[in-house]
């Protein structure tokens, strides 16, 4: 099963979220490393959010990541969702 988790962010993320980076971004390849994360990116033009695709059997396991995530825990992000996913072509 796929779960992607979207994220919603401040004004001036990419500027504000310089000091956490690293530690967001640890997480992410220790995720991707576990066989968790897909894939992940920030929405460009404007940076207004991100998404994250896990695979998992458990959506807590995005859930999870959110909520430890340096960017949430900091107010970087300004909300947040879990959705499963139907993946029709690939995956």
């Known amino acids: 099963m796929y ?3 979207l994220y919603e962010v401040v004004d001036n993320f990419v500027a504000r979220r310089a000091p956490f980076r690293a530690d967001h971004l640890r997480l992410l390849e220790e995720a ?7 894939m992940a990116g920030a929405f460009s033009d ?4 991100a998404a994250l695709v896990f695979r998992s059997e458990d ?3 995005a859930r999870r990541f959110a909520e430890n995530d340096p960017y949430v825990t900091n107010g970087l992000v300004t ?10 072509v690939g995956g």
């Open 3 to 5: 779960f992607i988790l």
């Open 46 to 49: 404007p940076v207004d959010g």
């Open 32 to 38: 991707h490393q576990r066989g968790e994360l897909v």
């Open 59 to 61: 959506p807590g396991v």
């Open 79 to 88: 909300n947040w969702r879990v959705r499963g996913w139907t993946v029709v």
